[in-house]
């Protein structure tokens, strides 16, 4: 799901000399209450930033005391959608994912939770939840390339996914691309 400019430009970049900041998100998976498995999406909120209004995981910035990288996508889970760490079994982490408009570095990891809860969004970053099917995600025929302009290209195609009415590219859309191949392998 990277589109061919991003794979160029990250090429011809040296982006460790970019001192990009670290955030952790994570990918969580859950029962809804009637047992449809389901895969966990926030709307920021619209702010002056380059994120802004974007569909995206649950995750943010490390800081100070935080552990590690996968204590900051917990920590950050927990205040943005509720979830206490201790609900989550987090099962493998995926590959890191540059991102060039924010010089993030951002690890993903997949968690599962075995039970239905109830979400607490974080009025002040996140605009909703989106919670998507596993089937939905899974269904090829949500695959879609849509034109759009970055703070770095301007008109560009790039792959996006259509999940319950919102179009989700970019990192998040990587990130998603490689869950999805891993579990093509296992269901």
């Known amino acids: ?46 702010y002056p930033g380059v994120h802004s209004n974007q569909v995206a995981f649950p995750g943010g910035k490390i800081e100070q005391g935080d552990k590690d990288i996968l204590a900051t996508a917990l920590r950050e889970t927990h205040e943005e959608v509720g979830i206490s760490p201790s609900n989550v079994t987090v099962v493998k982490e995926l590959s890191e994912v540059y991102i060039p408009p924010s010089n993030f570095m951002v690890q993903p990891f997949i968690g599962l939770m075995t039970s239905a809860h109830s979400f607490a969004i974080q009025e002040s970053e996140v605009e909703r939840l989106i919670q998507v099917p596993l089937s939905d995600f899974m269904d090829n025929t949500n695959l879609f390339e849509q034109k759009i302009t970055t703070s770095y290209a301007k008109n560009i195609d790039v792959p996006a996914f259509k999940l319950n009415g919102y179009t989700v590219w970019g990192a998040t859309a990587m990130m998603m691309s490689e869950i999805k191949e891993l579990l093509e392998q296992v269901l």
């Open 1 to 46: 799901m990277s589109p061919s400019f991003r794979r160029q430009w990250i090429e011809s970049n040296n982006i460790t000399k970019r001192n990009p900041k670290r955030a952790g998100v994570l990918a969580l998976f859950y029962p809804d209450e009637v047992h449809i498995t389901r895969l966990l999406l926030i709307l920021r909120k619209t």
